[in-house]
């Protein structure tokens, strides 16, 4: 079994900076049978959207590694440290409309299958994080 937890969420000022920082635990075979990872948002009344993901994999061949948003493109970047089994968002030029509970969610399949199509769909993923609230004041 694999557990994910969050951290490094917090408040600033728009126009500043966080990271947040996904890292897995747990059973090491199935941390190597993560094929995506990803983070999602939801801010109070209104639905879990799609940040950004990462392809975690190992299939050499075509696709996108990373995906983005378009309202966090050009913000916001995903990156993947294989040694510490984390994944980090960086944010930067943050705005108010970026406050949200920040989840980071994991994609359990084979390594080796190539990365999947529409990565920022919740259904993609199945295990999950508990959250850690961003908070971005004008």
């Known amino acids: 079994q694999v557990q994910i937890v969050e951290s490094g969420g917090g408040s600033v000022q728009a126009g500043g900076s966080l990271r947040v920082a996904c890292t897995v635990s747990g059973d090491t075979n199935n941390r190597n049978s993560m094929n995506s990872m990803a983070w999602f948002r939801q801010a109070p009344g209104r639905e879990r959207e799609g940040v950004a993901s990462i392809y975690t994999g190992t299939n050499p061949g075509g696709g996108e590694r990373t995906t983005y948003a378009p309202s966090v493109l050009g913000r916001f970047t995903i990156s993947q440290d294989s040694a510490r089994n984390t994944v980090n968002l960086e944010m930067s030029d943050l705005r108010p409309e970026d406050t949200a509970m920040y989840y980071c969610?994991?994609?359990?399949?084979?390594?080796?299958?190539?990365?999947?199509?529409?990565?920022?769909?919740?259904?993609?993923?199945?295990?999950w994080g508990h959250g850690t609230q961003v908070t971005v004041s004008s």
């Open positions: 969610a994991a994609r359990m399949a084979p390594s080796w299958a190539p990365p999947i199509i529409q990565p920022l769909v919740q259904s993609k993923y199945n295990t």
